[in-house]
């Protein structure tokens, strides 16, 4: 089966359903990938994308958000490479105030065994937490 990149624009209609047809063509896509009749992969940037629009521009709460991409990460057919790494990134995201690339980098950083060299005091303090 063919993998198939989506853009921002693909999940935030699936999620917020403001635009009728585009949401029903970005229905019929995720939810195949929902049970894995579509593989998709949802890059690292269009997660940063979407989080932000999400964030800023229609100011859902930083926890809704990291549920709603969580569970759309958990779906069978996303075959991003990293799923695990931004699974656990968003996880963050919704228990901390961190911005989501901190919480990627984070998440990477303790998930890879890696040093994470920053100079942001929140995020060298949790990830010394969540690395020990």
């Known amino acids: 089966m063919v993998k198939k990149i989506v853009d921002a624009n693909v999940v935030l209609r699936y999620l917020l359903r403001d635009n009728e047809k585009l949401f029903e063509k970005s229905f019929t896509l995720l939810e195949n990938a929902k049970i894995g009749k579509e593989i998709i992969v949802i890059t690292e940037g269009v997660l940063t994308e979407c989080v932000y629009v999400l964030l800023k521009v229609y100011r859902v709460d930083r926890i809704v958000i990291a549920e709603k991409l969580r569970e759309l990460f958990s779906y069978k057919g996303i075959g991003?490479?990293?799923?695990?790494?931004?699974?656990?990134?968003?996880?963050?995201?919704?228990?901390?105030?961190?911005?989501?690339v901190d919480s990627i980098l984070c998440a990477k950083a303790v998930n890879h065994a890696m040093t994470l060299v920053t100079f942001d005091e929140e995020l060298n303090s949790l990830y010394k937490k969540k690395s020990r």
């Open 80 to 100: 991003n490479s990293d799923r695990e790494d931004l699974i656990a990134a968003l996880k963050i995201f919704g228990e901390t105030q961190l911005s989501i």
